[in-house]
């Protein structure tokens, strides 16, 4: 196998709390990724699930982790997309990101989310069953992170949304030359399509182009 260089080490907490006091357990885990960072880890990651006591929505938790650190790079492993706006999602990472002067690292989950028999008759109306968790809203996410459609794939947007514009701005401050979006990964029970691969979003002289 010959040698292996790591030159990258993380972690990944899922954000646990009593369910007496999910405030002491939210304020722990900003508290363990301010020390990761002092500890010099590269990244850390957190978990985002619902109806259990940990981190319920990983944009709003890493928006105040932005607040709190300064060089460690944050990332969602992983937001399960069923029950998110593909759109919607992209505008609140796209705000963590500017938040964090571009350390987010994004991972979603297609496929039938946990606790769907519970959650999804709150979320969705009528019938859910026949509702559409497959791979294709991971593309529609990534799609709009980087400013091209509104929606669905027949609604080209012709400005970006302010947070996405702001995030692209980054890429012309000297604190951010190179990328603003690294990576989307996309995990599921359904397979990994081959149109899935990394999607990167470079800086090209300074605009923010793809």
């Not at 028999?117 to 026949?130: E, K, M, Q, S, Y």
């Not at 514009?165 to 604190?175: I, S, V």
Request: charged share 25%; hydrophobic share 35%.
């Amino acid at each position: 196998m010959g040698n292996i260089s790591i030159s990258h080490i993380g972690f990944l907490t899922p954000g646990n709390y009593p369910d007496e006091d999910p405030l002491s357990g939210l304020e722990q885990t900003l508290e363990q990724l301010q020390y990761g960072e002092d500890l010099g880890f590269d990244s850390a990651w957190v978990r985002q699930r619902h109806l259990e006591p940990g981190i319920s929505s990983a944009s709003a938790f890493l928006a105040a982790a932005t607040q709190r650190t300064s060089r460690i790079e944050l990332g969602t492993a992983v937001i399960p997309i069923g029950y998110e706006s593909p759109y919607r999602l992209a505008e609140d990472l796209a705000t963590v990101d500017v938040l964090s002067r571009g350390r987010l690292n994004v991972g979603v989950s297609a496929g039938r989310p946990l606790h769907a028999d519970l959650i999804a008759p709150l979320v969705f109306d009528g019938d859910w069953t026949g509702y559409d968790f497959s791979h294709d809203r991971v593309r529609r996410f990534a799609d709009n992170l980087r400013g091209t459609y509104l929606g669905d794939e027949q609604t080209l947007i012709k400005t970006p949304s302010p947070a996405a514009a702001a995030a692209a701005a980054l890429c012309q401050g000297p604190d951010r030359p190179d990328l603003v979006w690294r990576r989307v990964a996309a995990l599921g029970r359904m397979g990994r399509p081959q149109w899935l691969q990394p999607v990167d979003r470079q800086c090209d002289n300074g605009r923010g182009d793809r």
